[in-house]
């Protein structure tokens, strides 16, 4: 069994976010892996937030985040996202407005255009399979292997223009590379309350 000191459990707890307890847990339960020890927790999160998806989510923030690209001058692109979770108390937690900030942040730069896959409107949809169609025409790849190339190539197209399905854009390291959606999951866990990200809009001046 491999020795689990506090500077592995304070690292751990900086990539978490997790409580000393449950990071002491995940280490000890894994031999002091630091990776398997992330996933542990993360997968407990998961686990927690599937129990929890049932509940309303009345209460939340509005976050905001406008962007001025030259000192002194005026705004031009704005954020607004409504973020919603069960309680007003819980709404107030520091970690909840982290991730609402994170998630105007987030949209800002990665431009997201529908809030999940789900609201991505059938003709948009259509658009994007004819144009991967022509691609494969054009690639002179066997013909009975496009159904399999197709899908892997909407399942991309959605990834990249949904926000739920993107990539955290501001990740720092490994730990925080992880979809929106499983930063949302990872806040149920830490805040233990249901959150859904409600809607968004995102302006820039000219678009």
């Known amino acids: 069994m491999a020795e689990i000191t506090m500077e592995m459990i304070k690292k751990l707890r900086e990539w978490s976010g997790a409580g000393i307890m449950d990071c002491k847990t995940a280490?000890?339960?894994?031999?002091?892996?630091?990776?398997?020890?992330?996933?542990?927790?993360?997968?407990?999160r998961a686990d927690i937030a599937a129990r929890k998806a049932h509940r309303e989510t009345k209460n939340g923030i509005i976050g905001s985040y406008l962007h001025v690209k030259d000192a002194g001058?005026?705004?031009?692109?704005?954020?607004?996202?409504?973020?919603?979770?069960?309680?007003?108390?819980?709404?107030?937690?520091d970690a909840f407005k982290k991730l609402?900030?994170?998630?105007?942040?987030?949209?800002?730069?990665?431009?997201?255009?529908?809030?999940?896959?789900?609201?991505?409107?059938?003709?948009?949809?259509?658009?994007?399979?004819e144009t991967f169609r022509e691609e494969l025409k054009e690639s002179g790849k066997p013909e009975k292997i496009w159904d399999k190339i197709m899908e892997g190539k909407i399942s991309k197209y959605l990834e990249e223009n949904c926000l739920t399905t993107q990539e955290f854009a501001l990740a720092q390291d490994k730990s925080e590379r992880k979809p929106i959606a499983d930063m949302v999951k990872d806040a149920v866990g830490v805040i233990g309350e249901n959150i859904t990200i409600r809607r968004f809009v995102r302006m820039e001046l000219g678009g």
Do not use: S, Y
């Open 100 to 129: 609402v900030n994170d998630i105007c942040l987030h949209i800002a730069i990665a431009d997201p255009r529908w809030l999940n896959p789900e609201e991505v409107p059938a003709e948009e949809l259509e658009k994007a399979k």
């Open 73 to 93: 001058g005026v705004p031009g692109l704005g954020v607004m996202v409504e973020v919603n979770i069960e309680t007003d108390f819980a709404a107030r937690n």
């Open 27 to 44: 280490l000890k339960e894994n031999d002091g892996d630091m990776d398997k020890a992330m996933e542990a927790l993360q997968k407990a």
